[in-house]
């Protein structure tokens, strides 16, 4: 029997619809939608692409795609290892299929089809996932704690963890660009909008430095480079002076990036993820730090390797270390 | 049918006895093999290759060939048997099946052989390629067709009902599904491992044009294809063939059977032999 979260005192009691459409905070700068919109721009051009869902058209944005494009648009119901092959059957045929649902789904239910169909035989198809990693309220069968490790795992796979809703919009077109299967996580809904004032421009398979700092460098995916720069602003109050490294691409990851960051001396390395500390950026960092002889002090942020609570996103993201509070503490901590 | 029409081309039986001999030589170079499904699938191969499908032997990947997805990997010996009596492998490769670095390994994949339109195996991922197939063509105003063949088997994957569901539900006239009942799975007897009857009434109830023919028996062959091909009405069609595992070879159809049948060393030449005897007779 799993405990029920206890609430922390002095702060409101949640609920699980708290936020179920969007991750943003309240009050946050938000684009609605950003996917869907990138993909009907996308689409205007680049005429071989068609849309592909299982049942989740409006929960990952791709209904936008459908009231643009309502003839390239295939609703396949509620069967997600079709979804796959039959994604991959129309990229043999010289499509561009974005075939969306949850990463859960993708993950752990389609994935000998995605594995056999789609990245053994090399087809075209673009794999968009929404509630990844902790961003679900729902339990774990909602949780999709460990799509990362399950796609870095797959060879031929291209894996994408965008972090807000400029990059999510400049992905679509990147990974257009690009030939070949790619899993990116997506956020949907009013998606908070953070890169806009760091000059930011996506680059496949390239991290990137947002800020420098001189003791510690956090490199981090997806929504915890939101949270890592919020955290290095936190940080800055207690003059802790904090660097972000965002790896977008986890795979393939920038080595030449990671590497020339971590092995600057004297800064404590934090890799913050969102997802189970198993198999992930994280463990892709240390192995790749360790296989080139750089050894900084180094530490983890990341999911228990546990099934996650319900509950409302806010506290579990606190509970299990992943808001921009707890990024905070943790690191004050470690520099101790 | 191939493009390049034969003057003098072999008959239909003659095609499918070469089909089979071209299975039994590459089992008795690998000593092993899923010979006895070769040879109960080389009539529907016959027909698929030499009377329904379109084609060009020298272009595998001609855009207005009629494809054809093998969901059964481990049939490759079949295919691959078919692929060279249809001049798609050239028949020197045929000693190298199973070997390291041949375009013919064990179980069949999209990526090593020409002619292999998907990789299979994986039990249960050809109907939902198909379907997606199926979508593409139209979407490109294709008259090609797809042709997929899995085996009564791949009915326990519950993908399969799915991709099932879809093709009628996209109306996909241009799909040919064929399902080999020879009854044999691994752990025994299909019927057995999970019952699939009344399949007819179950593929016609999911909106299949269905014809369930003796998969050994070409004229009938002949007629479920034409008929397959022919159907007016806007939905899938699916042509159960009912085969004899070993079928063209008397004692290996009289073997107890199995999955994965037992052939001896000598009996390879044995097996060929009495092949070319039915050939005779």
Redesign the interface.
């Known amino acids: 029997m799993k405990s029920a979260i206890s609430a922390t005192p002095g702060k409101p009691r949640l609920t699980t619809s708290a936020m179920i459409a969007s991750i943003a905070a309240e009050g946050q700068k938000t684009k609605p939608a950003p996917f869907g919109h990138a993909l009907v721009e996308l689409a205007r051009s680049r005429l071989e692409v068609?849309g592909l869902t299982a049942d989740l058209g409006k929960y990952t944005d791709l209904h936008i795609f459908a009231r643009e494009f309502p003839d390239r648009y295939?609703q396949?119901?509620m069967?997600e290892?079709?979804l796959?092959?039959?994604?991959?059957?129309?990229?043999?045929?010289?499509?561009m299929?974005f075939a969306t649902t949850y990463a859960v789904f993708a993950s752990r239910r389609a994935y000998?089809?995605i594995h056999?169909?789609i990245a053994?035989?090399?087809r075209n198809v673009k794999i968009v996932c929404a509630l990844p990693g902790l961003t679900s309220g729902y339990g774990p069968s909602h949780q999709a704690a460990e799509d990362l490790a399950l796609f870095r795992a797959m060879p031929n796979m291209t894996v994408i963890d965008p972090c807000d809703a400029l990059e999510i919009e400049q992905i679509v077109p990147a990974i257009a660009a690009h030939h070949g299967p790619v899993y990116m996580r997506l956020l949907r809904g009013q998606v908070p909008l953070v890169l806009d004032e760091y000059n930011y421009q996506f680059k496949l398979g390239k991290a990137s430095l947002i800020r420098d700092g001189q003791e510690v460098l956090i490199i981090s995916s997806g929504i915890m480079t939101m949270r890592a720069l919020e955290a290095a602003k936190e940080l800055a109050g207690d003059g802790v002076d904090a660097a972000v490294l965002h790896v977008p691409t986890i795979k393939p990851l920038d080595h030449e990036a990671i590497l020339r960051e971590a092995g600057k001396p004297g800064r404590l390395v934090v890799v913050a993820e969102n997802h189970t500390i198993i198999g992930g950026l994280g463990e892709a960092v240390a192995a790749l730090l360790m296989r080139s002889g750089v050894h900084p002090a180094f530490r983890q942020i990341a999911l228990p390797d546990e099934f996650l609570a319900a509950g409302a996103l806010p506290t579990l993201h606190d509970r299990y270390g992943i808001s921009t509070a707890e990024v905070a503490r943790q690191i004050k901590g470690w520099l101790r | 049918m191939s493009t390049n029409t034969l003057v003098n081309a072999p008959t239909l039986p003659q095609r499918a006895r070469n089909i089979r001999r071209n299975a039994l030589r590459m089992g008795e170079v690998q000593g092993q093999g899923y010979i006895a499904q070769a040879l109960d699938i080389s009539d529907v191969l016959a027909v698929a290759y030499f009377h329904a499908m379109r084609y060009r032997p020298e272009e595998p990947t001609w855009e207005d060939r009629d494809r054809f997805l093998l969901s059964n990997g481990h049939y490759a010996i079949a295919l691959y048997a078919a692929l060279i009596e249809a001049g798609i492998i050239p028949q020197t490769e045929l000693e190298t099946y199973g070997f390291d670095e041949s375009r013919l390994p064990m179980s069949g994949?999209?990526?090593y052989t020409p002619g292999m339109?998907?990789?299979g195996?994986?039990l249960?991922?050809g109907?939902?390629?198909?379907?997606?197939?199926?979508?593409?063509?139209k979407?490109?105003g294709?008259k090609s067709r797809?042709f997929t063949l899995f085996s009564d088997g791949e009915l326990d994957e519950?993908?399969k009902w799915?991709?099932m569901?879809?093709a009628a539900?996209h109306k996909l006239d241009n799909l040919i599904a064929i399902i080999d009942v020879n009854n044999q799975q691994a752990d025994g007897p299909s019927k057995q491992m999970m019952g699939f009857e009344p399949l007819v009434d179950k593929l016609e109830a999911f909106g299949w044009f269905v014809r369930r023919v003796d998969g050994n028996d070409l004229d009938a062959v002949v007629a479920a294809f034409d008929a397959a091909s022919s159907h007016p009405q806007p939905q899938p069609r699916v042509i159960v063939a009912d085969t004899l595992m070993g079928k063209g070879v008397p004692f290996l159809e009289q073997r107890e059977k199995n999955h994965f049948i037992r052939v001896e060393a000598h009996e390879w030449k044995l097996a060929l032999a009495e092949l070319d005897a039915e050939d005779r007779s």
């Open positions: 068609v295939y396949m119901g069967a290892q079709l796959y092959g039959a994604a991959s059957g129309m990229a043999a045929e010289g499509f299929p000998d089809f056999q169909t053994e035989e090399d | 994949m999209a990526s339109e998907m990789s195996g994986s249960g991922l109907l939902s390629i198909a379907v997606g197939m199926g979508l593409g063509l979407r490109k294709s797809v519950g993908s799915e991709a569901m879809s539900h």
